[in-house]
Nanobody
Framework: QVQLVESGGGLVQSGGSLKLSCAAS????????MAWFRQAPGKERQFVAA????????SYADSVKGRFTISRDNAKNTEYLQMNNLKPDDTATYYC????????????????????WGQGTQVTVSS
């Protein structure tokens, strides 16, 4: 079993930056795909970014491409999401997720693809 705990959320002005962290425990996640999803009130969960086991392959939603960067530190069992130039539309609860496979498949943007979810961290961007 894998437990995921997100941190780093908060309130920031439009144009600002935040860095989210996700600490995994229970077992090593160095061989697993990790990703971030977000959910705004009244909306479905939305794929944000994913990263393969080594960190060598990443993928982003079009809405965050060029502004967000996903990364991981397998030695620390942790993944990160650096968010720059934040916009009010980025306001949501952000979730860290893990898939028990090393490589990104065609299903990686689907929430149902992932085996483990964190509790989420709130990000609020004011205009």
């Amino acid at each position: 079993q894998v437990q995921l705990v997100e941190s780093g959320g908060g309130l920031v002005q439009s144009g600002g930056s935040l860095k989210l962290s996700c600490a995994a425990s229970g077992r090593t996640i160095s061989n697993y795909v990790m990703a971030w999803f977000r959910q705004a009130p009244g909306k479905e969960r939305q794929f944000v970014a994913a990263i393969n086991w080594s960190g060598g392959v990443t993928s982003y939603a079009d809405s965050v491409k060029g502004r967000f960067t996903i990364s991981r530190d397998n030695a620390k069992n942790t993944e990160y999401l650096q968010m720059n130039n934040l916009k009010p539309d980025d306001t949501a609860t952000y979730y860290c997720v893990v898939r028990r496979e090393p490589f990104l498949s065609v299903n990686y943007p689907r929430p149902t693809y992932y085996n483990y979810w964190g509790q989420g961290t709130q990000v609020t961007v004011s205009s």
